[in-house]
Structures are given as structure tokens and as C-alpha cells.
């Protein structure tokens, strides 16, 4: 755990601070949990990434999933990609860098970050169940032409457990989105990952500054400790 303290009941362990969470008004949202970022042939390799830095967020991720589910709590999954006529990708978006294969066009797993394809969609081990809401964003940001807002609305939810990838661009834009907007978010640092280590040691830097500037970062020992004493 980030924290070595005798946990306190239903109390998460983390930086800058402990939190404790009014876990019905709390959600797990995993972010971008993609073929096309975490496979080979899809979109973060043709960026010339190494996709197997990805992977060690899986199994932590899996295992908040499944207490996640243990206890009922709302999963929302997110995925990033595009209309197959690209509508809502900005040109330069598209045009940015000098990938070998940009959005739209063919590659192994289907046209490159395109909805529908694929390499858009989730990876079996974090497959989401039908009851679990999968918001499809043409951003970084979770909240920006979603309708992630009005699901959290209608849930009630206050809280957010945030995963996923990549750490300093996709969860740090919904991170930084969702505090404007007066959630709590707590994220998982070691169920979070990027194409660079030292990325991601700094987005979740960044994220637990200056007092928790944009929110907590716990590991997912420490959130599965306060999940499992709340629950007893």
C-alpha cells in the first residue's frame, strides 16, 4: 500500500491523505481498456509505442472489476474511437504525427480507433457485462460529447474509482475533467499504465499534488481493503 497505517475501517489508504467514501454514491470507471492501445497492430503501436507496458494494469484492474461486481457498485467503461466517416474526428487529430497507420484506416484489427472494429473494442480479460454502461468518447476526456455526466447523475454518484489507460492522457484528462465537475475521484495507481514508466509515475504525481490538486491515488490492495471492510 501507498500508506503503511493500520488501515482504518472503510477507509482507503492513499496520497495525499485517507479518504473515506460513501461507497453507493461511488462508481468504477475504467478507461480505455482497448485492443487498439494494448494489442499489437492497433492504434498505440502505430504511434511506435510498445503496447506490452500496458499490460501489467490488467490484473489489478480485474481484481477491483470483480469486488466491483461482488458488492454491486456501477462499472462504466469507457472506449475511445471514432464514426466510421469521421465526423467527430478533428483533422488535426487525424493528421497529427506520423503514425504508420492513422485513425480510419485498415489495419489487423479493423480501421484503426474506429467504433465498431475490433480494435476498438475492450480486451476479453475486462470484458464488460451487458448490465454495465460503456460510454464511447471521441476525446481523452470521459466527459467531453459523452453522456457520462447524465449517468452519473441518475445514479447518484459523488465518487470515482478511475483506471485504466493511458495514465497521464486519458485518465488524467477525465481525472482533471470530472474535479472541475466536484467528484472525488481515487485513482488506482497501479491499475493504470503507460507507454512510458516515467509518464506514468508523473501524471499520478501530478494528480495527488498540492494537497490532491485533482484527487487521491491508492493502490488497488489498499481500495480492495476499504471495499471489503465496508461491505462486512
Given at each position: 500500500?501507498?500508506n503503511s497505517?493500520?488501515?482504518?475501517?472503510?477507509?482507503?489508504s492513499?496520497?495525499?491523505?485517507?479518504i473515506k467514501l460513501?461507497?453507493?454514491?461511488?462508481?468504477?470507471?475504467?478507461?480505455d481498456?482497448?485492443?487498439?492501445?494494448m494489442?499489437?497492430?492497433?492504434?498505440?503501436e502505430t504511434?511506435g509505442?510498445d503496447v506490452?507496458?500496458?499490460a501489467?494494469?490488467?490484473?489489478p484492474i480485474?481484481?477491483?472489476?470483480?469486488?466491483?461486481?461482488?458488492?454491486g457498485?456501477?462499472?462504466?467503461h469507457?472506449r475511445e474511437?471514432?464514426?466510421?466517416d469521421?465526423?467527430?474526428?478533428?483533422?488535426?487529430k487525424?493528421?497529427?504525427g506520423?503514425?504508420s497507420l492513422?485513425i480510419?484506416?485498415?489495419?489487423?484489427m479493423?480501421r484503426?480507433?474506429?467504433r465498431?472494429?475490433?480494435?476498438h473494442?475492450i480486451?476479453?480479460e475486462l470484458?464488460p457485462?451487458d448490465?454495465?454502461?460503456v460510454?464511447?468518447k471521441?476525446?481523452?476526456?470521459a466527459?467531453?460529447?459523452?453522456e457520462?455526466?447524465d449517468?452519473?447523475?441518475k445514479?447518484?454518484?459523488?465518487?470515482?474509482?478511475?483506471c485504466?489507460?493511458?495514465?497521464?492522457?486519458c485518465?488524467?484528462?477525465?481525472?482533471?475533467?470530472a474535479n472541475?465537475r466536484?467528484y472525488r475521484?481515487?485513482?488506482?495507481s497501479d491499475?493504470c499504465a503507460?507507454y512510458?514508466?516515467?509518464?506514468h509515475?508523473?501524471?499520478?504525481k501530478?494528480?495527488k499534488a498540492?494537497g490532491?490538486?485533482f484527487?487521491w491515488?491508492?493502490?488497488?490492495a489498499?481500495?480492495?481493503e476499504?471495499m471489503?471492510v465496508?461491505?462486512?
Amino acid at each position: 500500500m501507498l500508506n503503511s497505517a493500520k488501515p482504518t475501517p472503510g477507509v482507503i489508504s492513499a496520497e495525499p491523505e485517507p479518504i473515506k467514501l460513501d461507497w453507493p454514491a461511488t462508481a468504477l470507471l475504467i478507461i480505455d481498456m482497448q485492443r487498439d492501445f494494448m494489442e499489437p497492430g492497433g492504434f498505440g503501436e502505430t504511434l511506435g509505442n510498445d503496447v506490452s507496458q500496458l499490460a501489467r494494469a490488467v490484473n489489478p484492474i480485474g481484481a477491483v472489476l470483480k469486488a466491483a461486481r461482488d458488492t454491486g457498485m456501477l462499472v462504466i467503461h469507457t472506449r475511445e474511437g471514432h464514426l466510421p466517416d469521421l465526423s467527430d474526428a478533428p483533422p488535426a487529430k487525424v493528421e497529427r504525427g506520423a503514425p504508420s497507420l492513422r485513425i480510419g484506416d485498415p489495419g489487423p484489427m479493423g480501421r484503426i480507433l474506429i467504433r465498431g472494429e475490433a480494435g476498438h473494442d475492450i480486451i476479453p480479460e475486462l470484458y464488460p457485462l451487458d448490465s454495465e454502461v460503456v460510454i464511447d468518447k471521441p476525446g481523452k476526456g470521459a466527459f467531453y460529447a459523452t453522456e457520462l455526466t447524465d449517468v452519473l447523475e441518475k445514479y447518484g454518484i459523488e465518487n470515482l474509482l478511475v483506471c485504466g489507460v493511458t495514465t497521464e492522457v486519458c485518465v488524467n484528462t477525465t481525472v482533471r475533467e470530472a474535479n472541475d465537475r466536484g467528484y472525488r475521484c481515487v485513482v488506482i495507481s497501479d491499475g493504470c499504465a503507460s507507454y512510458f514508466p516515467e509518464f506514468h509515475e508523473m501524471g499520478l504525481k501530478m494528480i495527488k499534488a498540492q494537497g490532491g490538486i485533482f484527487g487521491w491515488v491508492a493502490d488497488s490492495a489498499a481500495v480492495l481493503e476499504a471495499m471489503k471492510v465496508s461491505t462486512t
